[in-house]
C-alpha cells in the first residue's frame, strides 16, 4: 500500500453545496456563495473583510497591488519560505530582501530583520513557515507594515490571537493539500476598509461596482468560482473539525515518534514556541541524514519529501542574496515531510514510523546528529 504526503478531506456539506451551484449554473466569479464564504471566513479569523481569489499567490499579489507596492521598494522576507511569496515581491516590481529565520520557530528572526530595514523598506512579508505564526509583536516594533501570509496556517494563534488577523492585510491559500482546502483558491483579509475597497476593485479587472464596464483603474481578474467558494463554505463551516482532525494526526506522531525513541536516533520534531499555537500543515521532522532516509521511505511507497531549498539559492533570486543565510541552510537541508491530513488512520501512522524507523537505520554510522533547534 502506497502512502500519499496528502489527502483531500472534503465535508459532506461542501459537497452539497458544490453540486447546488452547478445545478444553479453558478459556476463563475460571481454567485451567491462567493459572498457566503467571505462573511463566513471573515468571521472565522475576526476580520472585518475578507476577499475570495484563485489561489493564495493570487492573493499575495492583490495584497501587495493594493497596498501600491512596487518599483523602488522592498520588502522584507523569509530566506526559508514556499517560494509564491518571494515571487509576487518581484511581480510588482520590488525588491525581495532576505531574512535568515529564527531556531525556535523557523520564521522571521526578528533581529535579523531590524538590521535590513532601510528607508526604502515598505513592508515586512511574515510568512507563517508550516503553520507557525511569526512574532508579531516583535516585528511590528520595527516600523514597516507587516502583511501576514497564513497560508499554511489555518487554526494557528499567536498569544491567543487567530493567525489571519496579526497584519495590515493577511492572506490564506485554500490548494488542496491545506487544512481548509477547496482545490485551488485563495482570499484576503482585512479591516482596513478602504484597503479592502482598493483591494475588490483591483480583484475585479478594476471594473466599478457602480458602473458596469467602466474601469477607473488597471485591475485583474483574481476571482474565485463560486463552486470553489460554496467547497469552501462547506470546509469552513467544518473548520474546527479539519483543524483538530490535522491536530489529531501530529498528537499521533508525536506518540509514536516518542515511544520509539527515534529522538535518540536523531530525529527531531520541528519546535514550537511557548506562545505559539501552531497549525499541522505537513507533520515535519528533520535529520542530519535526511535522504538516507526519504530514499527508503519511497522505496516503500511512502511519499514523504524534502522541504523547499532557500529562496536566495533560487536562480531568479539569487542576485537579491546578501551574506549567508545558516539557520534557512541547515533546516533546508535536513527537514522533511511526512505524510499528512486530517484524522489519520492509525495503521497508516503505524506503518510511516515503522519505515522511518527502518530508514533510520540505514543512515551512516559514526557520523555527528546535527541538533532540530531547542524549544522555546
Given at each position: 500500500m502506497?502512502?500519499?504526503?496528502?489527502?483531500?478531506?472534503?465535508?459532506?456539506?461542501?459537497?452539497?453545496?458544490?453540486?447546488?451551484?452547478?445545478?444553479?449554473?453558478?459556476?463563475?466569479g460571481?454567485?451567491?456563495?462567493?459572498?457566503?464564504?467571505?462573511?463566513?471566513?471573515?468571521?472565522?479569523?475576526?476580520r472585518?473583510?475578507?476577499?475570495?481569489?484563485?489561489?493564495?499567490?493570487?492573493?499575495?499579489?492583490?495584497?501587495?497591488?493594493?497596498?501600491?507596492?512596487?518599483?523602488?521598494?522592498?520588502?522584507?522576507?523569509?530566506?526559508?519560505?514556499?517560494?509564491?511569496?518571494?515571487?509576487?515581491?518581484?511581480?510588482?516590481?520590488?525588491?525581495?530582501?532576505?531574512?535568515?529565520?529564527?531556531?525556535?520557530?523557523?520564521?522571521?528572526?526578528?533581529?535579523?530583520?531590524?538590521?535590513?530595514?532601510?528607508?526604502?523598506?515598505?513592508?515586512?512579508?511574515?510568512?507563517?513557515?508550516?503553520?507557525?505564526?511569526?512574532?508579531?509583536?516583535?516585528?511590528?516594533?520595527?516600523?514597516?507594515m507587516?502583511?501576514?501570509?497564513?497560508?499554511?496556517?489555518?487554526?494557528?494563534?499567536?498569544?491567543?490571537?487567530?493567525?489571519?488577523?496579526?497584519?495590515?492585510?493577511?492572506?490564506?491559500?485554500?490548494?488542496?493539500?491545506?487544512?481548509?482546502?477547496?482545490?485551488?483558491?485563495?482570499?484576503v483579509?482585512?479591516?482596513?476598509?478602504?484597503?479592502?475597497?482598493?483591494?475588490r476593485?483591483?480583484?475585479?479587472?478594476?471594473?466599478?461596482a457602480?458602473?458596469?464596464y467602466?474601469?477607473?483603474?488597471?485591475?485583474?481578474?483574481?476571482?474565485?468560482?463560486?463552486?470553489?467558494?460554496?467547497?469552501?463554505?462547506?470546509?469552513v463551516?467544518?473548520?474546527?473539525?479539519?483543524?483538530?482532525?490535522?491536530?489529531?494526526?501530529?498528537?499521533?506522531?508525536?506518540?509514536?515518534?516518542?515511544?520509539?525513541?527515534?529522538?535518540?536516533?536523531?530525529?527531531?520534531?520541528?519546535?514550537?514556541?511557548?506562545?505559539?499555537?501552531?497549525?499541522?500543515?505537513?507533520?515535519t521532522?528533520?535529520?542530519?541524514?535526511?535522504?538516507?532516509?526519504?530514499?527508503?521511505?519511497?522505496?516503500?511507497?511512502?511519499?514523504?519529501?524534502?522541504?523547499?531549498?532557500?529562496?536566495?539559492?533560487?536562480l531568479?533570486?539569487?542576485?537579491?542574496?546578501?551574506?549567508s543565510?545558516?539557520?534557512?541552510?541547515?533546516?533546508?537541508?535536513s527537514?522533511?515531510?511526512?505524510p499528512?491530513?486530517?484524522?489519520?488512520?492509525?495503521?497508516?501512522?503505524?506503518?510511516?514510523?515503522?519505515?522511518?524507523?527502518?530508514?533510520?537505520e540505514?543512515?551512516?554510522?559514526?557520523?555527528?546528529?546535527?541538533?532540530?533547534?531547542?524549544?522555546?
Amino acid at each position: 500500500m502506497n502512502v500519499a504526503l496528502s489527502s483531500l478531506t472534503l465535508t459532506e456539506a461542501a459537497r452539497g453545496y458544490a453540486r447546488d451551484a452547478i445545478d444553479t449554473g453558478w459556476i463563475s466569479g460571481t454567485g451567491p456563495y462567493i459572498r457566503r464564504f467571505e462573511e463566513a471566513l471573515a468571521r472565522r479569523v475576526d476580520r472585518r473583510h475578507a476577499i475570495a481569489v484563485s489561489s493564495g499567490t493570487c492573493a499575495l499579489a492583490l495584497a501587495l497591488h493594493g497596498l501600491e507596492i512596487g518599483l523602488g521598494d522592498e520588502v522584507v522576507v523569509p530566506a526559508l519560505t514556499f517560494i509564491a511569496p518571494v515571487a509576487m515581491v518581484r511581480a510588482v516590481g520590488a525588491t525581495p530582501v532576505f531574512a535568515d529565520i529564527d531556531e525556535t520557530t523557523w520564521t522571521l528572526d526578528p533581529e535579523q530583520v531590524a538590521r535590513l530595514v532601510s528607508p526604502r523598506t515598505r513592508a515586512i512579508l511574515a510568512v507563517d513557515v508550516l503553520g507557525h505564526p511569526c512574532d508579531y509583536d516583535r516585528l511590528a516594533r520595527l516600523g514597516p507594515m507587516v502583511i501576514e501570509d497564513a497560508a499554511e496556517a489555518h487554526g494557528a494563534a499567536y498569544r491567543g490571537r487567530a493567525a489571519g488577523s496579526l497584519g495590515r492585510v493577511s492572506i490564506f491559500s485554500f490548494h488542496a493539500n491545506k487544512a481548509i482546502a477547496t482545490g485551488e483558491g485563495g482570499c484576503v483579509v482585512t479591516d482596513d476598509d478602504a484597503l479592502h475597497d482598493r483591494m475588490r476593485l483591483l480583484a475585479n479587472h478594476g471594473m466599478s461596482a457602480e458602473r458596469p464596464y467602466w474601469h477607473p483603474v488597471v485591475g485583474h481578474n483574481f476571482r474565485m468560482t463560486n463552486v470553489t467558494a460554496a467547497i469552501g463554505l462547506g470546509q469552513v463551516e467544518h473548520w474546527d473539525e479539519l483543524i483538530d482532525g490535522r491536530r489529531q494526526t501530529a498528537a499521533g506522531y508525536d506518540e509514536r515518534l516518542r515511544s520509539r525513541g527515534l529522538e535518540m536516533l536523531g530525529l527531531t520534531r520541528r519546535p514550537v514556541a511557548l506562545w505559539a499555537r501552531e497549525s499541522c500543515w505537513l507533520y515535519t521532522v528533520m535529520h542530519a541524514h535526511r535522504e538516507s532516509v526519504l530514499g527508503h521511505l519511497r522505496s516503500r511507497g511512502v511519499d514523504a519529501r524534502s522541504i523547499w531549498p532557500t529562496a536566495p539559492q533560487q536562480l531568479p533570486y539569487r542576485e537579491f542574496a546578501r551574506g549567508s543565510y545558516p539557520v534557512a541552510e541547515r533546516i533546508s537541508r535536513s527537514a522533511m515531510w511526512l505524510p499528512t491530513w486530517a484524522s489519520m488512520a492509525e495503521n497508516i501512522l503505524d506503518r510511516v514510523v515503522d519505515e522511518v524507523a527502518a530508514g533510520l537505520e540505514t543512515v551512516p554510522r559514526g557520523v555527528p546528529i546535527a541538533s532540530g533547534g531547542s524549544q522555546g
